[in-house]
């Protein structure tokens, strides 16, 4: 066993306490949201000194007032010339109406938290920048908006400061019938109204972030309990599979924010935890390693019900790890609320 793995270092501990912040901050202020939407976003980014690449991102936004929003959001900022970077936003927005009712004016900030793979160090660097945005929106007569944004992140160290222009479609969500206002009793809990529990199968790709060949086939095993109708906790057995750079076969425990919408049929949530067990590195830059591990994690899930009992599910996980050996995990499968263990 590898001892040193299961030491929290300094860098760990700065990860865990960012997930954690990350995830209170949406809980505070989840209670009082009055509707939902999604955003999907692809444009340009800009750096100083090198060609522009592509930008993409998924946003999810809750209306706090008639002014202020605060969202939350996943970029890929794109592959520049030795910088790799990607991370997940936690935004505060003011908005105000401009000219006409179906138009609006946005303005946002607040912490990026990035992932950067810097092939000149062959390290996965992490760090919080600035994020700074400003978005002109049309709502359409339906639950559809179009948007035109700028997004400045000025970071610091090994990383960049770039500029994204992005063109985005929103879809508004059904929030009359949010989790938020969900009976307990309604025929998608259990038969006397308490949380459910549910089970899930999933499998798909994994890539561990580095120059060599880091992608396997992967698949997990996951038991989820609802703490109320909006927070959830899981635990995750999960096989990452044998790539040229890796094995990790773990458990991930995590405390999930989620949002049900149209009866309960659509579900999204963004969760954050601690990821253990057993790893096989190969990576640049550090030392062979065959032992026990423990890192950070931050995931995200969406779900839609098929049938009274049965779901589809689709996941990502990002460990988050102090040995450049960051992994992206899309695992896509089917979840069940139906009673295992008693009738």
Same mark, same amino acid.
């Given at each position: ?9 300094? $860098? ?29 976003? &692809? ?30 959001? =996943?970029?890929?900022?794109? !592959? ?31 912490? =990026?938290? =990035? ?10 660097? $992490?760090?919080? @920048? &600035?994020?700074?945005? @400003? ?8 639950? %559809? @908006? ?13 990383? %960049? ?6 063109? +985005?479609?929103? =879809? ?68 990452? +599979?044998? /790539? ?26 963004? +969760? ?36 009274? !009992?049965? /779901? ?20 896509? +499968? ?10």
């Amino acid at each position: 066993m590898n001892a040193r793995n299961l030491v929290l270092s300094p $860098h760990r501990q700065r990860s865990l306490m960012m997930q954690l912040f990350m995830l209170m901050a949406l809980l505070v202020v989840a209670a009082t949201a009055h509707s939902q939407e999604v955003t999907v976003l &692809a444009g340009k980014t800009l750096t100083t000194g090198q060609p522009s690449t592509y930008a993409f991102g998924v946003e999810y936004l809750e209306q706090l007032t008639d002014h202020w929003d605060y969202s939350f959001r =996943y970029d890929n900022d794109g !592959h520049f010339n030795n910088h790799h970077r990607d991370g997940l936003a936690l935004d505060g927005w003011w908005r105000q109406n401009v000219l006409t009712p179906n138009l609006f004016f946005q303005v946002g900030a607040g912490p =990026y938290f =990035y992932a950067d793979t810097v092939e000149s160090i062959d390290h996965d660097v $992490h760090g919080v @920048a &600035a994020d700074l945005d @400003a978005a002109l929106i049309y709502q359409t007569p339906w639950n %559809l @908006a179009v948007q035109l944004r700028f997004d400045d992140k000025e970071a610091f160290g090994h990383s %960049l400061t770039t500029r994204q222009l992005e063109l +985005g479609f929103t =879809y508004k969500l059904n929030e009359t019938q949010s989790s938020l206002d969900r009976d307990w009793r309604s025929p998608f809990n259990g038969p006397t109204g308490e949380p459910r529990d549910s089970w899930s199968v999933l499998g798909g790709r994994t890539v561990v972030n580095i120059r060599t060949n880091g992608r396997a086939i992967g698949e997990e095993f996951e038991w989820r309990h609802e703490l109320s109708s909006w927070v959830d906790v899981t635990v995750g057995a999960i096989n990452e +599979g044998k /790539s040229d750079a890796a094995q990790r076969i773990g458990l991930a425990p995590e405390l999930w924010l989620k949002r049900e919408f149209y009866n309960g049929r659509l579900s999204m949530g963004v +969760g954050t935890g601690v990821y253990a067990g057993h790893e096989r590195l190969d990576v640049p830059n550090e030392s062979p390693v065959n032992g026990a591990f423990v890192s950070g994690i931050v995931s995200a899930t969406v779900s839609y019900r098929l049938f009274d !009992h049965l /779901s589809a599910q689709a996941i990502w996980h990002r460990p988050v790890t102090g040995n450049n050996s960051d992994s992206d995990m899309w695992f896509f +499968g089917l979840k069940t609320d139906k009673p295992l263990f008693w009738q």
